[in-house]
């Protein structure tokens, strides 16, 4: 029993030459976000409200833009295992183009739709002076930070080829680097420090915008010196062409990917508007909570984005379909564990915690709250995040999507649209709720990947 879910010690190291590099990008990163969260909460509790509100927005634009690129990402993680630069290179044009015409239109919408957004969120119990600072202050956050958006399209592009193509080493350095960046220029400019001005929230937009350019600059420059390691550059933008048939084919493929990962985004700020309406506080509150949790999720993510490229490679190789099947029990294995630590983590430093933060003590007691009920919900959320990685790798796009964003918005949604609109559910419970449906997912997920359909090498039809 202990080998079929755990490997040894060669296993473990390829394991971790993939998602220690992820690891430590995403946690610099979500770090860097905690500080910078911290820091604009110190200048009072409207001023976080309309930083994180707007990036509620900026979290969906994101989750778009991998899925955008999640697609082609599947056939480049096989393309790479057999060895087909040409293949990898017809993927990367289309991330490129996906991800550019994606970033021009959230532009426009998050400039000119920005006022009737951030109220959406804003329509819970609450002083109404309350209410139109953390209006105003999401609008000078959003004034500013949409110029990060394309740089961000670009990065994503590439650093997604690059750890397709077994490099993630270059995409942690140049996130670290602009993290550290980010920290900063924060404390400069949010608090006006060395001669600079007292920008506030405007000054953590820019500060972040120049960070994404730095990020996309260091990822950009490297790829295209290092052209003999990445092969699949040398001609990249000489035409955009794609053969019509691996278009159609990552179009069929991707577009599932695309509409889950909106979907997804937009389902779960969805239900963070219905969170908003028990009152003012709780959007401070959730804020503090996603934060913090997001820090604890760092391992669980990196080990599912692991899942996805190991296996997509094995198949690529046409690796015996037993193989497959072994590895991905151990790498599940290793993802629950992980999520069982960091759940208790997340539980040891749910109330102290919250209390670093500038806001009243009911806040605090939330937030503590809040934290708790994710923690016990960790292991859960560590196998579904395994699972649909899995599946992806395969090209079960279609499955996916049913069993990510789709049951977030044919089950979740409506659940704890109900709740919150016509039952006087406390928020900690209704927090709760949320995360019950994820129950059946697992269920599912252990039927579906047991059955081994999955499995489909992409590089051969």
């Known amino acids: 029993m202990f080998k079929k879910y755990i ?21 610099i990163t979500n770090m860097a976000s905690l500080v910078d969260n911290l820091m604009v909460g110190q200048l009072n509790l409207t001023a976080m409200s309309g930083v994180s509100v707007v990036n509620q927005f900026v979290f969906i634009y994101t989750l778009a833009l991998l899925g955008v690129t999640s697609g082609p990402g599947i056939f480049t993680a096989q393309f790479y295992g057999s060895e087909d630069h040409e293949g990898i290179r017809h993927c990367f044009r289309f991330k490129m183009m996906g991800c550019m015409l994606f970033g021009i239109a959230s532009i426009a919408i998050l400039t000119y739709a920005g006022t009737p957004l951030i109220n959406s969120f804003l329509q819970g119990e609450g002083a109404v002076q309350d209410k139109a600072a953390t209006l105003q202050y999401g609008l000078d956050y959003i004034s500013i930070m949409v110029w990060g958006l394309i740089p961000l399209a ?22 670290v680097i602009a993290v550290v960046m980010n920290m900063a220029l924060n404390y400069v400019l949010i608090f006006g420090k060395f001669g600079a001005p007292m920008m506030g929230v405007r000054g953590a937009a820019l500060a972040t915008v120049i960070a994404r350019y730095v990020e996309m600059g260091i990822t950009v420059i490297w790829t295209h010196t290092h052209r003999k390691e990445q092969p699949f550059i040398k001609k990249a933008y000489r035409s955009m062409y794609i053969p019509r048939r691996l278009l159609g084919r990552m179009l069929v493929k991707g577009s599932p990917l695309m509409a889950n990962e909106f979907l997804w985004a937009f389902g779960t700020t969805f239900l963070n508007q219905c969170y908003s309406t028990k009152g003012y506080d709780v959007v401070g509150a959730t804020n503090i909570t996603i934060t913090v949790s997001n820090l604890t999720s760092v391992v669980n993510i990196a080990l599912g984005i692991t899942v996805g490229i190991i296996l997509g490679q094995m198949l690529g190789a046409q690796r015996p379909k037993e193989e497959i099947m072994n590895t991905n029990r151990k790498l599940t294995a290793l993802a629950v564990v992980a999520g069982v630590v960091f759940g208790i983590v997340l539980a040891l430093i749910a109330y102290p915690f919250p209390k670093l933060y500038n806001a009243s003590s009911h806040v605090h007691l939330l937030a503590a709250q809040l934290m708790l009920v994710i923690a016990v919900m960790k292991p859960s959320d560590s196998y579904m995040f395994s699972a649909y990685f899995t599946l992806r790798s395969g090209g079960k796009t279609w499955t996916t999507f049913f069993y990510d964003g789709g049951f977030i918005w044919l089950v979740t949604v409506p659940l704890i649209y109900c709740l919150s609109r016509f039952t006087d559910m406390p928020i900690v419970w209704l927090y709760a709720m949320s995360f019950v449906p994820n129950l059946a997912k697992c269920v599912a997920a252990y039927f579906l990947i047991g059955r081994g359909n999955w499995m489909q090498n992409l590089t051969t039809k």
């Open 154 to 175: 670009i990065y994503i592009a590439y650093s997604s080829t690059l750890r397709e193509c077994g490099q993630t080493t270059i995409p942690m350095v140049s996130g």
């Open 7 to 27: 490997g040894d010690r060669a296993f473990y190291r390829s394991v971790f030459a993939i998602a220690i590099p992820i690891i430590i990008q995403n946690g």
